[in-house]
């Protein structure tokens, strides 16, 4: 059997619409909505994307790199790090908490707040609790490449998106790409099989490769991808002292 699954009826599973931003949940080992998967926002889809955070708890953010320098096909939907508060949209405003920049990851916490539009909610008198995600841009992915050169930093980006979610809640993790197809199906497939490896000690790459391709077939493009998901996991294995 090819190592690149084969698939029919699946082309008939439909994403979700908000506005302009197409998503699809995907599942991890232990839960059915783990990850939410979609592509890099346009300028007037930028407020659609805090939004998503919003509405689905997304706590955890990642951001797969691979963008162009300045490319304005790609405009940052978060706030620059000289501006404190962002407003995006009518609705909703974005402070930045704190940052931090080891080598290969980025990461912002943010709290968002949100204006109650509703006239019905305004009248009675329900409030929008402000809500916290942290980003989590992963930048040891080269434009151009299939796969990161080496897998030490994407299984320390694994490290601590697992440990922010253990201080903060469980919510979706919200995975973004350029295209929302190339290397989200790398990170939900080889975090589904280490979930495994976490759980019951054992492993199985295949299958973890085929749930994630069962909700959207075009996740793990190539034969590249799917030997690195070994790789990936093989690292953990080989490093299974740092425990979730």
Not at 8 to 29: A, E, S, T
Not at 101 to 127: D, H, Q, R, Y
Request: aromatic share 12%.
């Amino acid at each position: 059997m090819s190592l690149l699954l084969q698939y029919n009826d699946l082309n008939n599973v439909k994403p979700i619409i908000l506005d302009h931003i197409y998503h699809r949940f995907n599942p991890g080992y232990t839960r059915s909505k783990e990850y939410i998967v979609t592509e890099w926002p346009m300028n007037k889809t930028i407020s659609d994307i805090w939004s998503l955070i919003y509405d689905h708890n997304c706590n955890s953010v990642v951001i797969l790199g691979g963008i162009p320098d300045n490319n304005k096909n790609y405009p940052q939907f978060w706030p620059k790090e000289s501006v404190k508060c962002k407003k995006y949209g009518p609705i909703f405003s974005v402070e930045t908490m704190s940052t931090n920049s080891p080598p290969s990851i980025n990461s912002w916490v943010f709290k968002i707040n949100k204006k109650v539009a509703s006239l019905t909610e305004l009248m009675a008198g329900i409030k929008a609790e402000p809500k916290v995600t942290q980003i989590f841009e992963f930048k040891s992915w080269p434009y151009g490449h299939k796969v990161p050169a080496s897998t030490n930093a994407l299984v320390e980006l694994i490290h601590m998106v697992e440990r922010w979610r253990q201080r903060t809640a469980y919510g979706p993790v919200l995975v973004i790409s350029a295209n929302g197809k190339s290397r989200v199906g790398v990170y939900c497939a080889a975090n589904l099989a280490i979930e495994q490896v976490v759980a019951h000690e054992e492993v199985d790459i295949f299958n973890a490769v085929k749930t994630v391709r069962r909700h959207r077939p075009a996740l793990i493009e190539n034969i590249t991808e799917y030997k690195y998901c070994y790789d990936l996991t093989l690292h953990y294995l080989m490093n299974s002292g740092a425990n979730f």
